[in-house]
């Protein structure tokens, strides 16, 4: 069981390579952004499975911290595209 | 191997054609909409998949019941970054990082040609057709974009709005 | 398998740290280094250390991925030429980064083949580890036997936020407008979920820093990255003057780590001696406050915060 999540794990992070090619030729900074979603994702699949495979359930807490967290770039991106602002501050 | 076991296994499988799949989709799509589609879709069923194997793995309730919570924090995370960075591309702007030439957010719609991309005068003007007549410029009728209201005119309904091809209001 | 495994985080780990300096794209370099702090986690996750992948995954992978963010923002504002980056590298680069490369690498060999020394630090701490209050060894390095470098870095980070006041000066650096998309009801369903779980995350992770992994850095992290969607939303705008929970957050960990040590000092036990378990939730709930008021005013790049207008 042990070499199968290993082997997933393995997998997952040769779709993260793939990703690569997608920050790397993406036209777009939102094709980027994009791929940071991604990245974001597999790493908690990544996570959760190696948690499992070693052992160390303090993984999923890793996992639960990524995840919360995987919005915040995608907040901090929003502001690049030159839309309206509200030009508002307090 | 128990029950469990292979029935983790299944799971893990078909997670990880699904991930295979949502990687596909974002190297092989030909625009940044679909691509971000295709990506969020699967990842986040892939996800659920993963967190349903590792749930019955982990044989501990309180381990199942963390799972579920990160899956669930993992679609929110991935609807609204899709909506965003959708919503973002969606802005006519020359969001052109310097040093590599050209690089344009553009509409849907428009192809990209890496150097020779759209410049930002006929973005916006494509842009501006789109506004006016609700249509794609090829034609088809597609969903309206959230309309730009000021800040303090935003009810909130925009996004929520069903897609009903009308004129700018 | 784990072989594999390691080996292709190891060769990713390297191109990504490539990608980021390479310079073609600031944007893109911005994008590698984030997911540079996600594979790193990944790393840090394979070597067996969960505080630090914890640690990675809170700082290295949300709040420096925003902050650089925001200074892309900036330096956007400030013109189309300010992304472009800077002039190609000298001839000199590729010589030298393969000595240092050459040092390295040498370094390491020779370090794996020391005998393990006797008598070093970790074994000893390791023996003393059931005599303590709390179980995780990494919590009792921090505060109970290095607690005196915990207190400096506490007052590093004072210092920090002292200096980026001073470099900024008093009218604080040029207004960043809010963009209208985070008036999205979509956002705000967020911060309504994110907010709160954050509070409870580190709040968890404080409390089960004294057994598993965990501590105050880390809930630190987790309580400065809702701070950090907060102002990126609008929801907490800056404010030229900083209010009573911006100054005493500021200083509350080091206030308390020493008058803790203090106290204890007067009492005869030593200085900055933890008398039990509760003594160090008490220092790393004020470190928990001070870390994430440092942080979120680093990156509001304010002396305060307001609560900003309703979308």
Redesign the interface.
């Known amino acids: 069981m042990n070499t199968l999540l290993e082997g997933f794990a393995l997998f997952l992070l040769l779709n993260l390579g793939a990703g690569m090619i997608r920050v790397w030729r993406g036209p777009s900074p939102a094709d980027r952004m994009s791929a940071a979603l991604l990245f974001g994702s597999t790493t908690v699949a990544m996570l959760l499975v190696l948690a499992e495979a070693t052992g160390q359930p303090a993984l999923a807490d890793v996992a639960l911290l990524f995840v919360m967290l995987a919005a915040i770039l995608s907040v901090a991106f929003v502001g690049l595209a030159r839309g309206k602002s509200t030009g508002k501050r307090g | 191997?128990s029950i469990l076991?292979v029935a983790a296994?299944i799971l893990?499988v078909l997670?990880?054609f699904f991930?295979?799949a949502?990687?596909v989709g974002?190297?092989r799509f030909p625009d940044?909409h679909s691509?971000?589609h295709a990506?969020?879709k699967a990842?986040?069923l892939?996800?659920g998949l993963?967190?349903l194997a590792?749930a019955l793995?982990?044989g501990s309730w309180r381990?199942a019941a963390?799972?579920l919570?990160?899956w669930l924090?993992?679609l929110?995370?991935?609807?609204?970054?899709?909506?965003?960075?959708?919503?973002?591309?969606l802005?006519p702007?020359?969001?052109?990082?310097?040093?590599?030439g050209g690089?344009?957010?553009?509409p849907m719609g428009r192809s990209?040609g890496?150097a020779d991309?759209v410049t930002e005068a006929s973005a916006e003007e494509a842009d501006a057709t789109r506004r006016r007549t609700g249509a794609w410029p090829d034609g088809s009728i597609a969903e309206q974009p959230?309309p730009?209201r000021?800040?303090d005119t935003?009810s909130?309904a925009?996004?929520?709005d069903p897609p009903t091809p009308r004129g700018d209001p | 398998m784990s072989l594999a495994l390691d080996g292709l985080l190891a060769i990713a780990l390297v191109v990504l740290a490539l990608q980021v300096v390479a310079g073609a794209s600031l944007f893109r370099g911005i994008v590698m280094f984030v997911v540079f702090g996600l594979v790193m986690a990944l790393a840090w996750a394979r070597l067996r250390a969960p505080n630090l992948a914890l640690a990675e995954a809170a700082i290295g992978a949300g709040i420096s991925g925003a902050l650089l963010m925001l200074g892309y923002r900036r330096l956007r504002a400030a013109g189309p030429e300010a992304t472009r980056p800077g002039p190609r590298s000298s001839r000199l680069a590729a010589p030298l980064s393969l000595l240092v490369a050459g040092l390295v690498a040498s370094l390491g060999w020779t370090a794996l083949g020391l005998p393990e020394a006797l008598g070093a630090a970790g074994a000893a701490v390791v023996a003393a580890m059931p005599s303590q209050a709390v179980a995780n060894p990494v919590t009792a390095v921090l505060l109970v036997f290095r607690g005196y470098d915990t207190l400096l870095e506490l007052a590093v980070l004072l210092v920090a936020l002292a200096g980026a006041r001073a470099v900024e000066g008093p009218a604080g650096p040029a207004e960043l407008a809010t963009p209208t998309m985070t008036g999205l009801p979509i956002v705000g369903a967020l911060l309504a979920a994110l907010v709160p779980l954050s509070v409870l995350v580190a709040g968890y992770l404080v409390h089960a820093g004294g057994n598993a992994p965990g501590g105050a850095f880390q809930g630190g992290a987790v309580l400065a990255a809702a701070g950090v969607l907060l102002v990126l939303t609008g929801r907490l705008v800056p404010h030229p003057v900083p209010g009573p929970v911006e100054r005493w957050g500021a200083v509350l960990g080091l206030l308390v780590f020493s008058a803790l040590g203090l106290v204890m000092l007067a009492r005869g036990q030593g200085m900055l001696s933890m008398p039990g378990a509760w003594a160090i939730y008490l220092v790393e709930s004020a470190m928990l406050v001070s870390i994430a008021t440092t942080l979120v005013l680093l990156l509001g790049a304010a002396p305060g915060l307001r609560r900003g207008p309703l979308p």
């Open positions: 191997m076991q296994t893990l997670g990880g991930y295979f949502g990687t974002l190297l940044v691509r971000l990506l969020t990842d986040n892939g996800l993963v967190c590792m793995l982990g381990g963390m799972l919570v990160i924090l993992g929110l995370a991935a609807t609204v970054s899709c909506h965003l960075v959708a919503q973002a591309a802005e702007a020359a969001a052109g990082d310097g040093g590599s690089e344009a957010i553009a990209y890496g991309a959230a730009r000021s800040a935003s909130g925009s996004p929520a």
